[in-house]
């Protein structure tokens, strides 16, 4: 039973360029949450997808925005990157009931220069 | 905006110690997960915890929910080098998801 994926592992991007950021979920769950994690802090909230739709988002900007498909799997896209952009970014999955237990992804470490 | 304080923020101990971290926060939530982190990878879940007052155990773990389901308790007894990692809890509220900033732990051999 695959667990989350997250691609790519690493990424080197320059400011005011564009990411984006792919997940598959854990086999059976339906609903897909992105955060945001700098060094040392604890996940921020950026949003949740559910049923192909946004169904919460944390605080952060426009330039933030995702994406979930038929088969559960999303993307987040990040534009007109900052350099307060870098982070490791994760994706957790969970069923759509039970949202409070997730399962992460390894991360997608977003350097930006 | 609903915050979750967790202390302390480090914690370096020898092998075999006991040790207590602590989630607080002014909010109630409906629920409250632990998970524990290891440098470069994703949090992995420990625990849930949903009832006022609920302990769960999970081998040399201890989770407690406060009464009023605005704190929790990490208990570990014994503690072994493989405990070393980032404890993180977290409280959702619906669909809003919070994380603590985590307890740094490091298990000494």
């Known amino acids: 039973d695959a667990g989350v994926t997250q691609s790519p592992t690493h990424l080197i991007k320059t400011r005011g360029q564009q990411v984006t950021l792919r997940c598959s979920p854990k086999s059976g769950h339906d609903t897909v949450s992105w955060y945001q994690q700098a060094l040392g802090q604890g996940p921020q909230f950026i949003f949740q997808?559910?049923?192909?739709?946004?169904?919460q988002r944390g605080n952060f900007p426009d330039r933030f925005s995702g994406h979930q498909f038929p088969n559960y799997s999303s993307e987040l896209n990040v534009n007109a990157l900052l350099l307060g952009d870098s982070a490791l970014y994760l994706c957790?999955?969970?069923?759509?009931?039970?949202?409070?237990?997730?399962?992460f992804g390894p991360g997608t470490r977003l350097t930006v220069t | 905006t609903q915050l979750l304080e967790q202390s302390p923020q480090f914690l370096s101990i020898q092998e075999g110690e006991n040790l207590t971290v602590y989630c607080n926060s002014s909010?109630?939530?409906?629920?409250l997960q632990w998970y524990r982190q290891e440098p470069g990878e994703g949090p992995v879940l420990l625990v849930t915890?949903?009832?006022?007052?609920e302990v769960k155990k999970l081998k040399r773990l201890t989770f407690q929910f406060g009464d009023a389901r605005k704190d929790s308790s990490l208990h570990i007894t014994a503690a072994q080098p493989g405990d070393t990692g980032l404890y993180l809890c977290?409280?959702?509220?619906?669909?809003?998801?919070?994380f603590g900033p985590g307890t740094r732990l490091s298990v000494l051999p």
């Open positions: 957790a999955s969970s069923f759509v009931d039970r949202g409070g237990e997730q399962y």
């Open positions: 915890v949903v009832t006022g007052g």
């Open positions: 977290s409280g959702s509220q619906g669909q809003n998801f919070v």
């Open positions: 909010s109630v939530f409906s629920s």
């Open positions: 997808y559910y049923e192909e739709e946004e169904r």
